[in-house]
């Protein structure tokens, strides 16, 4: 069958939640000799405005019921949506019961993706499940060589140019794109009612998982000029990139999305009333963290930790940014600034900066809410919970003859949050609540801190320094060591102090080289590979 192969429409069937724009172009379907057909608020709308309109009551010769839940779930409209045109047994069938064609369905679906956004609870939230609509969307899907189905009013704007060119019918062509966007909104549709109710039941069956998304935004191209993409929003996105409004700045790529989502993760491990913190993200690692009294202190801390990876990186920042910290993120190269808020100040101080992205979120993401994380693999999905996990001081283990002190344990647990946020094999040397040091995702532990070592030894020389600040740092390790190389390299960058999971068959080997350096060593029993 031929993409041109045309389609008339001569009836249309129009039942939408959102109206926008809908008076207008049923006015000129109608000026085209179209039958408008229509239910409830939709049809008083178009009645309202002075076009003709056929309640879909008196197609099917049955009332709207049960507050409006049972209106087109009929065979006079499910026969008139998928009757074949070509097969003379349909044709008959449409004769003997009175099944008037349709040939254009126009529906946008109850809004149940915002009433989960809006924070409705389950009772509001299945009171916005459409039933009658997807069936009818699905319908006028399969039967496309002869229908065609819309899901949204641009959809019916493009439908009403082709029309206009065909004389009143629409190509293939055009139908079975619509037909497959038709689909994907209903799944979509149907994955967040099956996440929304998920969350109500202490064993959801896992047998089947539902993913799916609404555009938020076209994307130039992907990681790379030669590769598509596009950003989708979950039903109730957490706060970050996806529920960001930019400010100001050039057009987001994918990998400024990337990038600027792992920072905000990163930086909203930290609680805004006891310290402010700046994350520094290069390619989705993080090259520099620091938590301080103030913001601009903890930005110019984090540029200082790795200057070079800095350059052209992510700002992330967990209180609203100020003058002040513009005024040093803007006498550097950076691409993207994401806060919970801006002030007017700041944003004054950026607006000589008009490339700089600055993204404002309304809020920091809580680490501790559960989510799927999906990732692709060929033939499949991927899929696991977020790693929400954390330690407190009570849960750490010191497993060396020297305990930490004070200062090293406020240093270990900071280094800790930072190295869950580290590609793997990470490493994360950290000093006065500022990293001095990070390897990322290094085939092998030692190589991670060797790294580490390697990058405070640059920036000590960038920023001037007698020594790099790995000396009288502490290292945080994502997994065990699971040698006592890897330690000694630490030991050797002047680490004074090591937390790491624990759980090696060489823990013991691990633990004498610490003893030995006078180090002290504490486990978490917990670890973090990234991937």
Same mark, same amino acid.
């Given at each position: 069958?031929?993409?041109?192969f ?10 939408v ?27 008083a709308?178009?009645?309202e405005?002075g076009?003709e ?6 197609v ?5 019921m049960?507050d ?13 949506l998928?009757?074949?045109r070509?097969r003379?047994?349909?044709?008959a069938?449409m004769?003997?019961?009175g ?8 529906v946008?679906l ?13 009772d ?9 609509g997807?069936?009818?969307?699905r319908?006028?899907?399969?039967n ?8 949204e009013?641009?959809d019916?704007?493009k439908?009403?140019?082709e029309?206009?060119k065909?004389e009143?019918q629409?190509t ?16 979509a549709?149907?994955s967040?009612?099956a ?16 993913i799916?998304g ?8 992907g ?14 996105p957490?706060p970050?990139i /996806?529920? &960001?409004?930019?400010?100001q700045?050039?057009? $987001?790529?994918? #990998?400024? %999305? =990337? *990038?600027?989502?792992? @920072?905000?993760?990163?930086v ?10 700046c994350?520094i993200?290069?390619?989705?690692n ?10 601009a ?11 070079v990876?800095a350059?052209g ?7 609203k ?10 006498s ?16 004054? /101080?950026? &607006? ?6 600055v $993204?404002?979120t #309304?809020? %920091? =993401? *809580?680490?501790?809410? @559960? ?5 692709s693999v ?8 977020r790693?929400?996990g954390?330690?407190?001081a009570k ?5 060396t003859e ?5 200062t090293?344990l406020?240093?270990l647990l ?11 094999n ?8 500022t990293t001095?040091?990070?390897g990322?995702g ?10 580490a070592?390697r990058k405070a030894e ?6 001037g ?6 000396r009288?740092?502490?290292c945080?390790?994502?997994a065990?060591?699971?040698f ?14 090591i937390?790491q ?7 013991e080997?691990?633990?004498k080289a610490?003893n030995e350096?006078?180090?002290a060593?504490?486990f ?7 991937h």
């Open positions: 069958m031929s993409d041109e045309l389609a008339p429409v001569r009836r249309a069937l129009i039942s939640s959102d109206k926008t724009g809908l008076v207008a172009r049923a006015r000129r379907l109608s000026e085209m000799g179209v039958e408008l057909v229509s239910t409830g608020g939709t049809l709308t178009l009645r405005s076009l309109a056929r309640d879909a009551a008196d099917t010769g049955y009332p709207e049960m409006g839940r049972v209106k087109t779930l009929h065979p006079r409209i499910h026969g008139g998928l009757a074949r070509d003379e047994d349909d044709l069938s004769e003997e019961h099944i008037p064609a349709i040939d254009l369905l126009m946008n109850y809004p149940f993706e915002e009433a989960v956004a809006s924070g409705a609870d389950i509001g939230c299945i009171a916005k499940i459409d039933v009658g997807p069936a009818m969307i319908a006028a899907a399969k496309h060589a002869n229908v065609t189905v819309c899901v009013g641009d019916l704007e439908v009403i140019g029309m206009e065909h009143g629409t293939l062509a055009l139908r079975r794109h619509l037909a497959a966007k038709a689909f994907a909104r209903t799944a549709y149907d967040a009612i996440e929304r109710l998920a969350t109500e039941t202490e064993e959801p069956d896992n047998r089947f998982f539902a799916g609404t555009l938020s935004q076209g994307l130039r191209y990681e790379n000029p030669h590769q598509n993409a596009a950003l989708y929003a979950s039903p109730a957490r970050g /996806v529920s &960001a409004r930019q400010l700045g050039k057009e $987001l790529s994918y #990998n400024n %999305l =990337a *990038d600027a989502d792992a @920072a905000f993760e990163l909203s491990e930290f609680d805004a009333e006891e310290q402010a913190a994350v993200v290069k390619h989705a993080p090259c520099g963290v620091s938590a301080a009294d103030s913001l202190t903890a930005y110019d801390r984090a540029f200082a930790a790795d200057p990876s350059f990186g992510i700002v992330a920042l967990n209180r940014l100020d003058a002040d910290t513009a005024d040093l993120i803007a550097h190269f950076t691409e993207v600034v994401i806060a919970p808020e801006a002030d007017d100040a700041a944003m004054e /101080v950026l &607006a000589a900066k008009k490339n700089v992205r $993204l404002v #309304n809020g %920091l =993401a *809580d680490p501790a809410q @559960a989510a799927w994380m999906v990732k060929a033939g499949g999905l991927l899929v696991q919970s790693d929400t954390h330690v407190l849960d750490l283990k010191t497993v020297r305990a930490p002190s004070e090293e406020a240093d900071f280094a800790w949050r930072v190295v869950k946020h580290v590609k793997s990470a490493i994360v040397y950290a000093k006065g609540g001095s040091g990070i990322m290094q085939t092998s532990r030692l190589d991670a801190a060797v790294l070592a640059l920036a000590a020389q960038e920023n320094w007698d020594e790099p600040r790995t009288g740092s502490v945080a390790s994502d065990f060591f699971p006592a190389d890897g330690l000694n390299a630490a030991i050797e960058a002047g680490a004074t102090a937390i999971p624990g759980g090696s068959i060489r823990d080997e691990v633990i610490a350096a006078g180090l060593m504490v978490t029993g917990m670890r973090h590979f990234r």
